[in-house]
């Protein structure tokens, strides 16, 4: 088939940036970053924690084509921020949101497996 191999969505090339950012030219504060083997997942995880930024303006992202694995999103931000900082801030927060749950999640794991220990 003319399918390309499972691994080519999730497996980054060799010598390819997993992240790279290209400025706006005719808008400031304004910017392009390009996110290698990511998709609708992510693209929309992270649109939505850059709208809770108040210093974004725009921030939207899209997928070029279904076989190229890679997302493309676009943010302005006002004079305030850039769109690095922007997109940097909201990576960070969602590590930690992630964190957290994660957290969560393997206390109450931990708290069932207590319990059945416990013959409840």
Do not use: C, W
């Amino acid at each position: 088939m003319n399918a390309p191999d499972r691994y080519e969505r999730f497996v980054v090339p060799e010598g390819t940036k997993k992240v790279s950012y290209e400025r706006d030219t005719k808008i400031v504060n304004a910017a392009s970053f390009t996110v290698e083997r990511e998709d609708h997942t992510i693209g929309n995880i992270l649109r939505m924690q850059l709208h809770r930024d108040p210093n974004v303006l725009f921030a939207g992202y899209k997928l070029p084509h279904p076989l190229q694995y890679k997302i493309i999103v676009r943010i302005h931000t006002t004079s305030q921020s850039s769109p690095t900082q922007a997109y940097t801030q909201a990576i960070n927060d969602l590590d930690k949101e992630l964190e957290y749950l994660k957290q969560a999640f393997e206390d109450e794991k931990n708290r069932y497996e207590e319990r059945v220990k416990q013959g409840y």
